[in-house]
């Protein structure tokens, strides 16, 4: 018979080594932090998955939430990304993270801007109407207690600067979703603080960036930009602070970048302006992005209340020193009841342009106006309805949605009927489909959404959504709840 052969040192060493490289990333796994690597992200890592559910069934998705666990935890996960992320982006001259646009002159866009660049516009008419009862809605409630509110859409970088896209991308000859909100909400009684015209304006007249190249946000001179055109719309002193002296620093750490090169550190640039700070933070302040701030300064005049995003972040160390006192939230359903709480002189709603459509699906938090009874006719066919509540605060957040077919009313309202003494109260409710609280993927043209304060609310009624079109009003169907 033949000798096997027996391999060589050379094959064992060779063996060994491509065994050690694949196991390397579970090897190192106690050594890397999975809270750095989601922070740098910009998500959140999924968590381990247990093997029985939380009423002790069997986990039968174990292994496939194990594998996508494993996927987000091994080690030198942010090592391997940024070394496929450099090899995309310079032998391919692409991007490696889908979320992420790698353009001209080392550019970095945020690809969800790119329909508000080409023009693809997703809103209908129908939207459109929608949007313009919600913003009027909320600025007559803001009137109603003696405060004037602004509406300020914070530009996408690509509608500023869409010269440093890549070449493939056409620039847009269409409108889009932010043109054709403009273009309804004139003749409304909704104040709008054009920011994208001030930006655009002040980029073509100035070759100094008003945004970060390798972030999603505009830098301390756009902001500075942003800051003086609300002043200016509010029509309030702006105190002059666009005129003080500003230094570049390069100690900004882009959140594009960090999804691209999570492993390796490069600051980008930032404008900083010489302005002493005089006001403070009120109560327990973490960062930027705390979900509620509220600040005092003594050398500021009158009061603010700002809903704001991400983009609201350069803006509360201006508005903060402008304002004797400021509250900022960053919260969905914009807390407008908050007026109800203290005297403000000036609401802001900043709202980032490729995030409009959260007017569709997120509610205000206000009390939904009350009206006069509404004369109905019956629908002989209607879809069926759906209607789910929740506490919120002390309030009860109602909401759902109706029969497809008269998406395109003009107002809903919501009546609420006393099953006890048979009292009836009608409100306006919002058009906004809440998907998100439904467990629904995608938003739809036939939501309504109110909130009640709970205290005015029967133990059980009996809520009827009511369409309005044009000359009649439609009885689109009933369904009976117990709210407390």
Known sequence: MMKRKQPSIGALCYILTVCGLLALPTITMPFWTSKTAASSENRVLTALPSIRNEDGSINYQYANQLGNWYGDHFGLRSAFVTAYGAITKHLLGTSAEQDVIC?????????????????????????????ITTLSLMSEYAAAHDT???????????????????????SRESQNNLDLLYSVLNGTNVTVCDLRSALTKQAAADPA????????????????????????????DDYAF??????????????????????????????????????????????????????ACQQGEGSLLMFRDSFGRALIPLLSQRFAACTYTRDSHVPLYLLEQNQTDLVIYELVERNLNHLLEYTPHMPAPQVEPIETQAVSDPKPLRLESRTDGNDVHLYGYYDPAFSDCNAIYCSVTDMQNGTQKYYQAFPCFEAELLGMESCKTNGFSMYL?????????????????????????????ALS
């Open 103 to 131: 353009g001209k002159e080392n550019w970095l866009y945020y690809t969800e801007t790119l329909d508000d660049t080409i023009g693809n516009a997703s809103f209908s008419e129908t939207d459109l109407r929608h949007l």
């Open 148 to 170: 004037k509110m602004l509406f300020a859409v914070a530009p996408n970088k690509a509608s500023i600067y869409p010269q440093y896209l890549p070449s493939r991308y056409l």
């Open 209 to 236: 960036l008003l945004y970060h190249k390798l972030d999603t946000h505009w830098n301390g001179y756009g902001a500075m930009i942003g800051y003086t055109a609300l002043m200016q719309a509010a029509g309030l």
């Open 242 to 295: 666009s005129q003080k002296p500003c230094s570049a620093v390069q100690n900004f750490e882009g959140d594009l970048w960090q999804m691209l090169s999570p492993s390796v550190m490069q600051k980008d640039w930032n404008i900083v302006y010489d302005i002493p700070q005089t006001y403070s933070y009120l109560g327990r302040y973490r960062d930027p992005d705390d979900l509620m701030i509220n600040t």
């Open 453 to 481: 304060p709970a205290a005015d609310l029967p133990k059980e009624a009996k809520i009827t959504v009511i369409a309005q079109q044009t000359e009649q009003a439609y009885d689109l169907g009933s369904q009976i709840i």
